[in-house]
């Protein structure tokens, strides 16, 4: 196990070295500047532009720019904004709070849908609760989230003026009101995520299930005089839960990465919408940071899906 | 164009605005004869102020009797700031942030004149603040001004925001306000004056770049500007004190209680939440009343006329400097002249006729334009220099007419062949027109390609991602600065009441090239001996009224060759809450005058 372990982080350096070449190239040869904004200010000069891309060394070879970044890396400095300029760790850590809160709620929210309904469904395959539920999953991962956020928006937002639109990170308020207030605030955001990913999961824990209910050992179970409940939870669960844990594990690296459109929409700090304002302003640093944290998540997650594996089935060994 | 009218002659206007000076002229009579040339009689009242005659100041009334007690104010900017160094600002949305902790000498209100704001009273002639040979400014700051920290404001300060500025280390972007200032000097604790490198009419430089503590940012001057704390914890003069800031997304200010202006301000707390669309933060502001202050609303006016019918808020239009234009390309784009194409050294072989460009000019249906495009976002002009009104030429008109163009252009020799398009030589009227990608420009775009159809000219639409169009990346051939075209359209920001950067636009040693990686603000490569003697003498003009003069001749210059089209001019468009008072500029950032922003009961 130990000696697994070792190997696999060991092969992972190779594939965050070829990572962060590729993620670099892309980002140098993309057209744009991050000073491009300039140009469209009359009182800015070109010259005041071409400093600062020589301040910020954006004229050197790519290659040079690559090791300089690498090497700051390792120092365990992430770099500089060019936009903000401020640390982009600072930045960062600024926005994750937020990200954790929101889109963590909403794969709970996902989770708590898809697991008794997908179980349930699955129990009791072609019934009328598993059509409807069927039916609602399909609509639910058929209609993308900037969709249903702005449904909600013209329902909640416009129509009844119940809740609010915007998403404020700091709310002025404290005690019970903040706690209303954030309620208020997160439920839209929250529901359009946890839905749309919670229909998918319906989907895949009742295909799972339904795998598992028909093998013997479960007719085995049911015939010991064992009540379904305990057949359902203890017996059939958790041998339907192996792919799901996978498919949940490779989902997390989303809650750090954020929804990009859905905390557009709510206007959600979180990383989501960092990343794509950082995207639209060429802040290199920023976009080479938080896709690069996104890789090493995505790595690191592969892993844990695979170790979570072999606990949950010890028939598979590590070697 | 027919021109029926006597020119504006520089120096008999400037003779007379002496004489109603000197007692000698009344008002009326000078007004009258103005208006004999075809000026406006408010036209003709602003030139006079203009030249230092003093008139009633219109001013904005502030009503609240007694500092804070207006709550909280929400404003919602679709584009957050992402610092809050003003020395650093990158876009107008860093500067709107720096603005709530900070403030300059000066603002500009909504006609384009100053306004004081840690000045005690504008600089002129009259008080001596303007020196008579124009190469100098001198600055008289208000006292008992104190930092948020309590420390005394003085002309140090002042003096340390030019070093810090023009320091090449710094690398900070205003450096621009201080361009023709060779020194900032400290005359006594209160009074400040500004060398110009060589006598000039733009006294006003610098006058409303945000000053910093000297205190904070000595000790982080050039390059260890970045390490310095208070980049990101302002401590400024203003009318907020800073409370927390979240780049790119939130920033919050409480109410500054040693303010210097008398029971401002109004609000308890400011608040300023960034990211989203526009056309959400026009709702949020319109249609639901959740923010009190909408941002640079760039929204269909359509949409916002909708939103607005619920009266939460209302749509407010400033006029600025900002012009919608289409750029004839006045060198060859199409052959290889040393090595670049569009070379100075070229001419176009089509637009180098003037009846073509003429025609193309009357083939731009402007009302229409802003009738089912721009609605109050976009006004109709055929002049390149629109605001503030004093420099507004009276001697162009906006004329769309098929059938003048097609006149001319059967005049001229451009005859239809088969297929509809006009030829002559061998050569078809056919033009690549490319911009932005933009809803907007692409509409413009097929009107314009509509209305030219007509004549006999076929346009060939091109529409290029902004982030590669506007960028200044040499490599890439689909810049707005090659210009490897025959048309381009996009906005001139002018955001200086004076128009000079502006009309640098057309001086010939500001042609885009190989040479100057394209840098050259010339990007349509116009070159006329006549426009470059007019420019280089309202450099040195130090009389307002004759430069006022040399303005509106160097517009009417251009308009005349049809050098440049002109679409319409854009007024910057904010969102006000239903109670909110806010005197909104289009000269200046919206929130420079946020200390006289407050709430009607």
Redesign the interface.
């Given at each position: 196990m130990g000696q697994y372990l070792l190997r696999r982080l060991l092969i992972a350096v190779p594939s965050l070295l070829g990572i962060s070449i590729v993620l670099f190239t892309v980002l140098a040869l993309a057209?744009?500047?991050p000073?491009?904004?300039?140009?469209?200010?009359?009182?800015?000069?070109?010259e005041?532009?071409?400093?600062?891309r020589k301040?910020f060394g954006l004229d050197d070879p790519i290659w040079q720019r690559y090791f300089r970044w690498l090497v700051a890396m390792l120092h365990g400095d992430w770099g500089?904004?060019f936009?903000?300029?401020?640390d982009v760790d600072t930045?960062i850590l600024?926005?994750v709070p937020v990200t954790l809160a929101v889109i963590g709620a909403s794969q709970v929210l996902a989770l708590l849908i898809a697991l008794p309904v997908g179980i349930y469904s699955a129990a009791r395959p072609y019934s009328w609760f598993d059509r409807i539920a069927s039916t609602l999953a399909l609509i639910g991962f058929s209609l993308p989230t900037f969709f249903t956020g702005l449904l909600l928006?013209l329902l909640f937002?416009?129509k009844l003026?119940w809740l609010?639109?915007?998403y404020?990170?700091?709310l002025?308020a404290t005690g019970w009101a903040w706690w209303v207030e954030q309620f208020k605030q997160s439920i839209m955001p929250i529901t359009v995520l946890g839905l749309f990913q919670g229909a998918g999961w319906t989907r895949y824990v009742r295909s799972a299930t339904l795998d598992v209910i028909r093998l013997d050992y479960v007719t085995t179970a049911r015939s010991k005089g064992l009540r379904e409940r305990a057949v359902i939870l203890k017996h059939v669960a958790r041998n339907a839960m192996i792919p799901v844990v996978t498919l949940v594990a490779l989902t997390m690296p989303q809650v750090f990465g954020g929804a990009v459109v859905t905390e557009?929409?709510f206007?959600v700090?979180g990383i989501g919408?960092?990343l794509i304002?950082a995207i639209?302003?060429?802040d290199t640093p920023v976009v080479m940071a938080v896709t690069f944290v996104f890789a090493c998540l995505v790595i690191a997650f592969n892993l844990l899906a695979d170790l979570l594996y072999g606990w949950l089935d010890p028939r598979i060994s590590y070697r | 164009m027919a021109n029926d009218r006597p020119a504006l002659d520089a120096r008999a206007l400037g003779e007379w605005a002496d004489d109603v000076r000197a007692g000698r002229l009344p008002r009326r009579e000078f007004v009258a004869r103005l208006a004999a040339l075809g000026v406006a009689a408010p036209v003709a009242s602003a030139l006079l102020s203009f030249a230092g005659v003093a008139q009633a100041q219109a001013q904005p009334s502030y009503r609240p009797t007694k500092r804070g007690g207006g709550g909280a104010l929400k404003m919602l900017f679709w584009q957050g700031p992402t610092l809050l160094n003003p020395h650093f600002a990158i876009g107008a949305k860093d500067q709107e942030g720096c603005w709530l902790f900070y403030e300059a000498l000066a603002r500009y209100d909504a006609d384009g004149n100053l306004a004081p704001v840690l000045a005690a009273a504008i600089p002129s002639r009259a008080n001596g603040g303007i020196a008579a040979d124009g190469r100098s400014v001198t600055w008289t700051l208000k006292k008992d001004v104190r930092w948020h920290d309590g420390r005394p404001f003085t002309a140090d300060d002042v003096v340390f925001n030019f070093a810090y500025a023009t320091d090449p280390q710094t690398a900070s972007t205003s450096v621009a306000s201080y361009d023709g200032i060779v020194a900032a000097k400290k005359v006594d604790t209160h009074t400040v004056r500004y060398e110009f490198k060589t006598p000039t009419p733009l006294w006003d430089r610098a006058a409303n770049v945000v000053l910093v503590p000297k205190h904070l940012f000595e000790a982080y001057g050039g390059a260890r500007s970045r390490d310095a704390p208070a980049n990101l914890k302002p401590v400024g003069t203003g009318p907020y004190r800073f409370v927390d800031f979240k780049p790119g997304d939130l920033l919050r200010g409480e109410l500054n209680r040693d303010y210097h202006g008398a029971n401002r301000p109004h609000f308890d707390s400011v608040e300023l939440k960034g990211g989203g669309d526009a056309t959400s933060a026009a709702r949020a502001v319109l249609q639901t009343g959740e923010y009190d202050f909408g941002w640079n609303l760039q929204v269909e006016d359509e949409v916002l006329s909708r939103l607005e019918s619920s009266r939460k808020g209302r749509v407010v239009a400033c006029p600025s400097g900002d012009v919608e234009v289409i750029l004839i390309n006045h060198a060859d784009p199409w052959t290889e002249v040393d090595g670049e194409r569009s070379s100075a050294r070229s001419h176009h072989p089509i637009l180098s006729d003037h009846a073509v460009r003429e025609a193309l000019t009357l083939l731009l249906d402007r009302k229409s334009v802003q009738a089912f495009v721009y609605g109050r976002a976009g006004v109709a002009t055929a002049n390149i220099v629109n605001n503030p009104s004093r420099l507004n030429s009276p001697n162009i008109k906006d004329e769309f007419s098929v059938e003048r163009a097609n006149a001319l252009l059967d005049a001229a020799g451009w005859k239809r062949g088969a297929d509809g398009i006009r030829a002559k030589d061998g050569r078809k009227l056919k033009f690549l027109f490319q911009t932005s990608i933009n809803s907007v420009r692409q509409k413009v775009q097929s009107i314009y390609k509509q209305s030219c159809a007509k004549a006999g000219i076929e346009l060939e639409l091109k529409a290029i991602a902004a982030s590669v169009f506007f960028s200044s990346d040499v490599a890439n051939p689909d810049t707005y600065g090659k210009f490897l075209a025959d048309l381009e359209m996009y906005a001139v920001a002018g955001r200086q009441p004076d128009p000079d950067t502006f009309l640098q636009w057309f001086v010939s040693w500001q042609i885009a090239s190989k040479a100057n990686k394209w840098q050259g603000v010339n990007r349509g490569r116009y070159r006329n001996d006549e426009y470059d003697r007019l420019y280089r003498a309202s450099q040195s003009e130090l009389d307002p009224i004759k430069r006022t003069a040399l303005v509106i001749a160097m517009n009417d210059f251009v308009c005349r060759e049809h050098a440049i089209i002109p679409v319409v001019y854009r007024p910057s468009i904010y969102g006000v809450a239903r109670q909110l008072v806010a005197p909104l500029s289009g000269w200046d950032n919206a929130l420079s005058s946020i200390a006289e922003w407050y709430a009607e009961a």
């Open positions: 057209p744009g500047d000073f491009s904004e300039m140009a469209l200010n009359p009182n800015i000069p070109p005041v532009q071409a400093a600062l301040h500089f904004s936009i903000s300029r401020v930045l600024s926005r928006i937002s416009i003026d609010p639109f915007v404020r990170a700091d002025s557009q929409i206007r700090p919408s960092l304002d639209q302003r060429n | -």
